[in-house]
T-cell receptor, first 112, second 113 residues
Framework: GDSVTQMEGPVTLSEEAFLTINCTYT??????LFWYVQYPGEGLQLLLK?????DKGSNKGFEATYRKETTSFHLEKGSVQVSDSAVYFC???????????FGAGTRLFVKA | EAGVTQFPSHSVIEKGQTVTLRCDPI?????LYWYRRVMGKEIKFLLH????????ESGMPNNRFLAERTGGTYSTLKVQPAELEDSGVYFC???????????FGSGTRLTVV
């Protein structure tokens, strides 16, 4: 079945460091790919999405490119801030269905 | 627009008791979903409503869990009787469609002791 694998955390970075959180997926067909973020004490929020190969999703300085050849959707940010500390979830929704498959989440700590 | 509202935000109950979680989706969203995250693991799908109908309930763990969506508006998820392994965070989400992504509620943290 469909699945999402993302790097284990926690990831600890200093402010202004470069961030990469790896995400790979297994799916039949042509899924839509998402990154969700959960800030402390809050629910999940959609961070960005991409619906077809080579699409780049971006929001709040974060980017991820849908790479069908490597079945990946890595999240990147050039300069992280303390306020980016959160748990990040990679997810997919496959064609023909509404069920979303989530990865296990990666906790990010950013130090001042 | 108002977001997805869940309550209670926290619930602590004893094993064997009953708990009912409620979710109010965004108005006009026909699709409503329940998910659960247990012990820092993956967020797992429980079920999907389209209006008042259960479209997919393949993720419901067992018959101790009962979900309803009366009139296609709010939804409830009842756990009866609760077991220790039911502890976790229960998320509700709603959406217009599949492509634009979900809007999640803040979740209900359920602790069964």
């Amino acid at each position: 079945g469909d699945s999402v694998t993302q790097m284990e955390g926690p990831v600890t970075l200093s402010e202004e460091a470069f961030l990469t959180i790896n995400c790979t997926y297994t799916a039949t067909g042509y899924p839509s790919l998402f990154w969700y973020v959960q800030y402390p004490g809050e629910g999940l929020q959609l961070l960005l999405k991409a619906t077809k190969a080579d699409d780049k999703g971006s929001n709040k300085g974060f980017e991820a490119t849908y790479r069908k050849e490597t079945t990946s959707f890595h999240l990147e940010k050039g300069s992280v801030q303390v306020s980016d500390s959160a748990v990040y979830f990679c997810a997919l929704t496959n064609t023909g269905g509404f069920k979303t498959i989530f990865g296990a989440g990666t906790r990010l700590f950013v130090k001042a | 627009e108002a977001g997805v509202t869940q309550f209670p935000s926290h619930s602590v109950i004893e094993k064997g008791q009953t708990v009912t979680l409620r979710c109010d989706p965004i108005s006009g969203h026909d699709n409503l979903y329940w998910y659960r995250r247990v012990m820092g693991k993956e967020i797992k799908f429980l079920l999907h409503f389209v209006k008042e109908s259960k479209q997919d309930e393949s993720g419901m763990p067992n018959n101790r869990f009962l979900a309803e969506r009366t009139g296609g508006t709010y939804s409830t998820l009842k756990v009866q009787p609760a077991e220790l392994e039911d502890s976790g965070v229960y998320f509700c989400a709603s959406s217009h469609d599949r492509v634009r992504g979900y809007t999640f509620g803040s979740g209900t943290r359920l602790t069964v002791v």
